[in-house]
């Protein structure tokens, strides 16, 4: 407790980079092959600043990286997002990023709430701006990012999750035909799907032993737990 104390009260005491190097530093990953603007790091420019920094693009590092400057779009960085986040870093180099970015993943192995922070921020800038929900793949590259090697439970809802958009494929075929049909996304992942099934996967028991039929959980976790239940041999709630 004392060294966080003490860590929040240098933080909060530390001089705030120049903004001209802040911005120097910015400009050196514009790309003029993403044509998103001067102000604007793109998807190229932001594949080389994660190079710089020594991380591969699916890294949790790169979420956090992200999550710290509050961006709001996928690959992209605005220089107002840059500026403010690396005032709150206390950055203005490749170095100094990286050693704060890693500080903050370690961080987020034991801070609960800082995980879940991440977690719910995963959502909204995962998301399209136009949508409410979260589509499935892109769902599953985060939790691949968040929760990192897959558990068999989470190996199986993933299985699960890819087996019921096959099914409502073929049957949007049967109704609308082929080619229409492959311009649906069958299975969308809410904000009340993607929050709960955090404490689903952390918390209930490996063997679903504890699931609460009765608890309110979404309706897609119900159908997927029912899913293990009925077809691998998963345990039924201890009464």
């Given at each position: 407790m004392?060294?966080?104390?003490?860590?929040q009260k240098t933080a909060a005491t530390a001089k705030k980079p120049a903004q001209s190097k802040v911005e120097k530093f910015f400009n050196e990953f514009v790309d003029k092959q993403d044509d998103i603007g001067e102000k604007r790091m793109g998807p190229h420019g932001v594949f080389r600043l994660i190079q710089a920094l020594g991380y591969r693009p699916t890294d949790?590092?790169?979420?956090?990286?992200?999550?710290?400057?509050?961006?709001?779009?996928?690959?992209?960085?605005?220089?107002?997002?840059?500026?403010?986040?690396?005032?709150?870093?206390?950055?203005?180099?490749?170095?100094?990023?990286?050693?704060?970015?890693?500080?903050?993943?370690?961080?987020?192995?034991?801070?609960?709430?800082?995980?879940?922070?991440?977690?719910?921020?995963?959502?909204?800038y995962g998301k399209s701006a136009s949508s409410r929900s979260l589509d499935m793949e892109t769902a599953v590259c985060y939790w691949d990012v968040l929760f990192g090697p897959r558990t068999p439970l989470m190996s199986h809802w993933v299985e699960f999750l890819y087996a019921t958009e096959k099914k409502e494929s073929e049957r949007l075929a049967k109704e609308l035909g082929p080619n229409n049909a492959k311009q649906v996304k069958n299975v969308w992942i809410t904000r009340d799907?993607?929050?709960?099934?955090?404490?689903?996967?952390?918390?209930?028991?490996?063997?679903?032993?504890?699931?609460d039929e009765e608890g309110s959980w979404p309706v897609l976790i119900d159908q997927f737990v029912n899913h293990c239940r009925e077809n691998l041999n998963y345990m039924k709630a201890q009464k």
């Open positions: 004392m060294t966080r104390l003490l860590s949790r590092q790169v979420l956090v990286l992200a999550w710290k400057l509050k961006a709001q779009t996928q690959c992209e960085f605005s220089l107002e997002e840059w500026v403010q986040g690396m005032a709150d870093l206390q950055a203005d180099n490749i170095k100094t990023l990286k050693q704060r970015i890693d500080q903050i993943n370690s961080q987020l192995n034991t801070d609960k709430k800082m995980s879940g922070e991440l977690y719910r921020f995963a959502f909204t799907d993607w929050n709960l099934f955090r404490d689903f996967i952390l918390f209930t028991k490996s063997d679903l032993s504890d699931y």
